[in-house]
């Protein structure tokens, strides 16, 4: 059940970048949403363009695969928003939009669980990490279909049962279990501050939800695991196409060279 996990003597090295990366990304979605609660459309806009000068500037100093999988994970997740919520009203923004912020948010938030994950705090206390993890969301997802609270949360149920799945069968735990604590933060903030909020009904099979779902990191773990399963399958596919243009500059520079 834990063969993707570290080992226990795995040798952990402390990078200041990864703990810097996660800070700051904990403190900018605090910050934006606060402020977005009650900002104007021009602000949220404003907010947006920040964000993309952020992510561009925390994507400096990674490689190329982890700059692919955040561009995947925008991409995903940008679609992902536009359906959940502006189509189907899942969820629903204050202006009902998807805010400019969202798309390099998404970003940000993958590559803040790609950092944790290979952190050596992370590295060192996976099993503990993980158990803390199942314990709390487990509980909090007890209590949503417990009837004490007024609003249910039988999706949040649910969601916990495919994050458990995911965490235990995927083969990147430690991302997992790193977007479980900066997806709680992000939508406990959003939720409390009213930056948007979620339907108490779902709207496929009318299930209740809670305000937000307990086991909600689900839906982001299925954006990490598109973005390192992509990955490697545009990498291949952008190294064949560069290939293939020096091999085409290469034919014509020979058929100039021969006329």
């Known amino acids: 059940m834990l063969r993707y996990f570290p080992a226990p003597d795995v040798v952990c090295v402390h990078r200041k970048r990864d703990y810097f990366i996660a800070g700051f990304t904990f403190f900018c979605v605090a910050v934006s949403l606060v402020i977005d609660a009650h900002a104007s459309l021009t ?7 920040i964000a993309w000068i952020f992510l561009i500037g925390l994507l400096v100093g990674e490689n190329k695969e982890i700059r692919i999988q955040v ?8 679609a992902g928003e536009h359906f959940a919520s502006v189509y189907m009203g899942g969820y629903t923004y204050r202006f009902e939009n998807v805010p400019l912020y969202v798309p390099p948010g998404h970003g940000m938030v993958y590559l803040t669980a790609v950092a944790l994950a290979r952190s050596g705090f992370f590295l060192r206390y996976a099993r503990k990490i993980a158990a803390f993890v199942v314990i709390v969301c487990g509980l909090w997802s007890l209590w949503g279909i417990s009837g004490l609270p ?18 235990f069968k995927g083969r990147s735990p430690m991302v997992y279990l790193a977007a479980f604590f900066i997806t709680t933060w992000l939508e406990l903030i959003g939720t409390a501050a009213g930056t ?20 909600v990191a689900a839906w982001y773990c299925l954006v990490d695991a598109v973005a390192i399963g992509g990955a490697p399958i545009v990498l291949n596919a952008m190294n064949k196409f560069s290939e293939w243009l020096r091999f085409d500059k290469a034919k014509r520079t020979i058929q100039q060279e021969t006329k």
């Open 196 to 215: 948007w909020y979620w339907a108490k009904l779902e709207p496929i099979f009318g299930l209740s939800q809670g305000n937000p779902p307990s086991g």
């Open 150 to 167: 007024e609003q249910g949360d039988q999706v949040g149920a649910i969601l916990f049962c495919v994050f458990l799945i995911y965490l």
């Open 43 to 49: 602000v949220q806009n404003i907010l947006g363009v």
């Open 71 to 78: 561009a995947i994970a925008v991409a995903f997740a940008t």
